[in-house]
């Protein structure tokens, strides 16, 4: 089941992987993410294969994107029975996922298992915690979510340590990435720009800190390429922070596909988020990381020395520590080319064929 755009970053690897293991593997979009730079085009550069179903929810409220997702998830478990339903990540697409299986007595393994901020007014962590207590088996991508949960009571014959799967696509694309030269179309050079991403809705529903975010980036001395979240231009707008946006070497552009961002993410001085996902990438690609939140659930990042956690207020001169800070760290153990190998060995494991 996916649903959000990075949901099929992590499930590209692990579908053409259960396929190669001769498991039959249907691919359904709860549709939660819709606009063509959101979602088709990661279908296309992740040779991701067509969705079976996809379920048209879309936007709306928590209570009526989770609700309608988990309607239509629960008819199609009906008029497919299926021997396991994989929920990936922590979107609400997820939470709807594992609650349409679960109640339907199909068995749940959670693709990202056990990460927690601690912080109960991000909707993901609420996912991530419902998600993990009614899943069967839980794939952890690192050794500090196992530990989450089995400091959460869950016994350690539902969990299995197999790695992060957005390093595996992340490994796999990185050079053609690199080869493509995707900063000289923002027109800056390598090693000497910024490349930032902010579409939480604590930095951007706020005007006050959204704006004050805008004003951080643009005193940087170097420039910043801005991929914009469809949220965040609106948000933009609405604060009045978009001639702010516009001033001084800020660059804000619309989403931008997989390998682009990630190419822009390997050439930058440093990285500049919210995301959780961009967090992980800038620490494969040995780029420097600050994030915009009171904290994070990639605490591997922050122990590795890859990422700091900063307010708005702070953010100029968190990045000017990040670009003075030492660097070549260890990626974390298991953010390797065979997460994908070790999940379908879990699965199959799991839920014998037959
Ligand atoms: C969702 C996830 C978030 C993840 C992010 C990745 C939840 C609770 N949040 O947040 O964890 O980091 O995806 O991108 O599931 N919109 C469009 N076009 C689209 C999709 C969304 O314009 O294709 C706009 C709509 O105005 C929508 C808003 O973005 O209301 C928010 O979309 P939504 O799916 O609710 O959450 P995200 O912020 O994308």
Redesign the pocket.
Known sequence: MV????NLVKAAPLVRTLARDGAACWVVHTG????HE??RVFFDELELPEPDAFLGV???S?GV?TATALVRLEEWLQANPVRAVLAI??????LAAALAAVKLHVPVAHVEAGYRSRDMKM??EV?RLVTDHISALLLAPTGDARDNLLAEGIGPERIRLVGNLMAETFLAHRDRAAEARPWERHGVEPGGYLLATI???ENTDDPQRLSRICHELAAQPLPVVWPA???TR?ALEAAGAAPAAAAGGLRVTGPLPYVETIGLVGGAAAVVTD???VQEEACLAGVPCVTVRTSTERVATIEAGANRLAEPEALGASVTGALGAPRGWIVPEWWDASVSARASAALREAFPPG
């Open positions: 649903g959000a755009r990075p939660q993410h819709y606009d959101m979602s879309g936007s709306g928590h994107q990540g922590d979107v609400n697409s997820t909707p993901e996912n579409h939480r809705p979240h469809p949220r609106a995301s959780g996902g």
